[in-house]
Structures are given as C-alpha cells and as structure tokens.
C-alpha cells in the first residue's frame, strides 16, 4: 500500500538552527501539506503545496517557515532559526484532490532545546 | 469561535457499549467532512467521510446536520481497539486545507 514516508522521525536541535524536515508524498497525489501538532493539542494547518507553489498557509507559517519541492518527488519544511515553541510532531500529508482524504506521514518530531 | 469543535471527552465505555459523541463547524460553506482516528502519538488515519445523507461502515455511523451545522460519530458494540482519540475534519470546497477539531478521547475497557 502506498504511504507517506518522513525522516527524520526525530530532531532535537538547539534554538536558533535551521532545521530540514523531509517527505515523500504518495507519487500520484497532487496535493500536499504540512501539518503540525503541539503535544497535547490539536492537528494545525501550516500551509498547502499544489502546482508547484503554496495554495494556501496559515498564520503559523510565518517567514520563519519555507517548502521547495526540489526534486518531483520530495517535498520538504524548512523553518530557518528554530523557537522553542516550534517544538511539535510535523506531519506532512498528501491527497489525491484539494479537501478530500488526507494520507498522513508517520510525523517527525522536533525537538528545540 | 473556533472552526470546528468537539466535546473532548473522555468517553469511557464497557466492551459492547454503544457511544456517540457530535462535532460541531462554524463555516456553514464547508463541503467536505471526515472522522479521523488518531492514536497515541501517531499519525491521523481516514476512518471515514461524511455524507449528506449519513452513512456506515460497520460498526461506525456519521451523520451530518447542516442546518444545524454538526457532524455525529456514533460507535456501535464497540471494541477495546477502538480505544483513540476522534478526530472531526472539514473543508471548504474551494479552499486548500482541511481544518481539524481538537478530537474526543474514546477509551473502551474490558
């Protein structure tokens, strides 16, 4: 069965640093997302990739936060200069089409010491 | 008001025991509707959409109320592996994102 697959699974890194978080989506899936949950709180949006550019972001995802899909295949979460509240489990997800069934990563939990 | 709420629970049940909680949306253009299963320190997983009319799979049935604007899960004989945290989800047609509500615990017990 196909699936979302993320590394790392978890990243602890000192506030300030860059930090790279790395998906492969389902290969024919079109729609692709970055989610975040703090521990204890609820799934939050970041922001949606479709076309090759950002479809939409929330007010999360701030100049702080950047997505590239280099290469047709990856699709990455860069935050440039870590807070400790970024500290989360990411979740990227892909879908087939915009707002339907979302398949999630297993999550990559960050970390900010 | 938030996008979607949900009573967080818990909701504890015996084996066997029917349990239904409801999801409530604030977007009266949303289109799209889901529960989601989220277990401990995992990833969301589709348990099943929403349709207008309603509909089940298995043991699970969801309801959709739009003039009132609330989504129902209700969980028939349910199972210790049901034990999880539900996640209620929606989306605006045109829009790129779904938005999740913050879900209700079930915990089923022997």
């Known amino acids: 069965e196909p699936e979302v697959t993320q590394t790392p699974s978890h990243q602890v890194t000192q506030m300030g640093q860059e930090v790279i978080l790395r998906c492969v989506p389902i290969?024919?899936?079109?729609?692709f997302y970055w989610y975040r949950q703090i521990l204890g709180q609820k799934v939050e949006f970041l922001v949606s990739f479709y076309n090759n550019e950002i479809s939409e972001k929330s007010e999360i995802f701030d100049d702080q936060f950047s997505v590239e899909r280099p290469d047709g295949s990856n699709f990455t979460l860069k935050i440039r200069s870590t807070k400790l509240e970024d500290s989360a489990m990411y979740f990227c997800?892909?879908?087939?089409?915009?707002?339907?069934?979302?398949?999630f990563g297993e999550g990559s939990r960050l970390t900010v010491l | 008001r938030k996008e979607v709420e949900q009573d967080p629970g818990p909701f504890n049940v015996p084996e066997g025991a029917t349990v239904a909680f409801n999801c409530t949306y604030s977007?009266?253009?949303?289109?799209?509707f889901f529960w989601y299963r989220q277990d401990c320190r995992k990833e969301p997983k589709l348990l099943m959409s929403v349709y207008s009319s309603g509909n089940e799979d298995g043991r699970f049935t969801a309801q959709l109320n739009r003039a009132s604007q609330y989504i129902s899960l209700l969980i028939r004989d349910s199972k210790l592996s049901d034990s999880a945290t539900y996640l209620c989800v929606v989306g605006l047609s045109n829009d790129y994102k779904l938005s999740f509500g913050a879900g209700t615990t079930v915990t089923v017990r022997a």
């Open positions: 997800a892909s879908g087939g089409r915009a707002t339907g069934e979302l398949f």
């Open positions: 977007n009266s253009a949303s289109q799209s």
């Open positions: 290969s024919n899936h079109l729609y």
